[in-house]
């Protein structure tokens, strides 16, 4: 038997036998370190290890008298403290459980969660500095630039129908005057609220990833019409009218309804400010199920306030914490706050994991990874 046919005979034999390839560690926050997660790490990376971690707030003090600050005080008296409160409240620090085996022949693998300051993910890829990180979140720009041979993998595409969903059933609910009608429920209130149709309007969708993409099949299901802004002109299923970045003025001008779904990136953040707002149709309405730093809080506020657009629906702020009850955001009656609810099912942690357990076989196993990421925005 030549060396080739030995080593692929050898190769089967201990995926056959689920050997362990490669001397693995796994490092994983606290809350993803449950029994069936370690199992799970155990059957499809057998002698894997586990460096598990956790997250605490540097000066929980400080945290206290924030959110004290927050409840009690109307905004625009806590607004000015903010700033210097805001620091010393968010600073974490990283504590190991379980701390990671430092050796030359072990591929560091980390899990990196929702959360992670930036200090704190720092720290984490400085004591475990990874060969391949896995982002629970869409998202990765919370992680920190990693090293060029390191692989960066994110959930991208899992929650995508689930938040398409989502945004169509804003977009109906919006139509037919749905929070009206809640609210006139709790009144006791009877009065015929005139509807707007969903066929036949024009929805316009700023980035057509896996989420805007979802967001366009649907939508045509319905007979709206689609316009989208995507970074590179090809066509797209679905989409009557693909403009490049340069159109967006065009598609907010012409929208009815213009769904969020870009990933946050230097090109992207306050992407809608009040130039953009400027130009939307009074009739129209904002939906952003993306990243809170797309757009201009201070300008949404302003515009929503002064009725120059009919509605806006976030699912998640700038500071993506939960909006405090303070917040001048919850006064404007034209606001729908969705609490960062868009991607959330029964299913969907669940889901998330399988993606990262399918991918830390295929790594244990030397195979390409699914849902890469290129290289990191800065």
């Not at 009877?190 to 309007?201: C, D, H, I, Q, Y």
């Not at 403009?243 to 953040?269: F, M, W």
């Amino acid at each position: 038997m030549n060396v080739f046919l030995e080593d692929e005979f050898l190769l089967a034999e201990m995926r056959k036998a689920r050997l362990p390839m490669k001397n693995l560690q796994i490092g994983l926050e606290a809350r993803y370190a449950t029994k069936e997660n370690l199992e799970r790490i155990a059957q499809v990376a057998p002698g894997a290890k586990a460096a598990v971690f956790s997250v605490e707030p540097l000066y929980p003090l400080m945290g206290k008298i924030r959110g004290a600050l927050r409840r009690l005080l109307p905004f625009y008296l806590y607004d000015p403290l903010s700033k210097p409160i805001d620091s010393p409240a968010e600073a974490q620090k990283l504590l190991w459980r379980r701390p990671p085996v430092s050796s030359l022949d072990t591929e560091n693998i980390l899990l990196f969660p929702p959360g992670l300051g930036r200090s704190a993910a720092e720290a984490l890829l400085r004591e475990c500095p990874p060969r391949w990180v896995h982002s629970i979140m869409t998202g990765v720009d919370r992680i920190p630039p990693l090293p060029k041979e390191a692989l960066l993998t994110s959930s991208r595409g899992v929650h995508s129908r689930r938040i398409a969903e989502f945004t169509m059933g804003l977009i109906f609910a919006l139509a037919k005057n749905i929070p009206e009608h809640t609210l006139q429920t709790r009144r006791r209130s009877w009065k015929t609220l005139p509807s707007r149709m969903v066929e036949g309007s024009c929805l316009g969708i700023v980035g057509l990833g896996s989420i805007g993409s979802e967001t366009a099949r649907l939508a045509k299901k319905v007979g709206m019409e689609v316009w989208a802004v995507k970074r590179r002109m090809t066509e797209a299923d679905f989409v009557d009218r693909v403009l490049p970045p340069e159109g967006l003025h065009r598609l907010l001008q012409k929208a009815d309804y213009v769904v969020l779904s870009v990933p946050l990136t230097r090109e992207t953040r306050m992407l809608i400010g009040k130039e953009e707002l400027d130009v939307m149709k009074p009739s129209a309405v904002l939906i952003n199920v993306s990243r809170g730093a797309v757009v201009d809080e201070t300008a949404l506020y302003r515009a929503l306030k002064h009725s120059q657009i009919r509605r806006a629906c976030i699912d998640v702020f700038e500071d993506e914490r939960p909006l405090p009850r303070n917040s001048r955001f919850y006064r404007l009656p034209n606001l729908l706050v969705t609490s960062f609810s868009a991607f959330s099912t029964a299913a969907s942690g669940e889901e998330v994991m399988d993606l990262f357990f399918e991918n830390l076989g295929r790594f244990n196993r030397g195979e390409a990874l699914l849902s890469t990421i290129g290289q990191q925005e800065g």
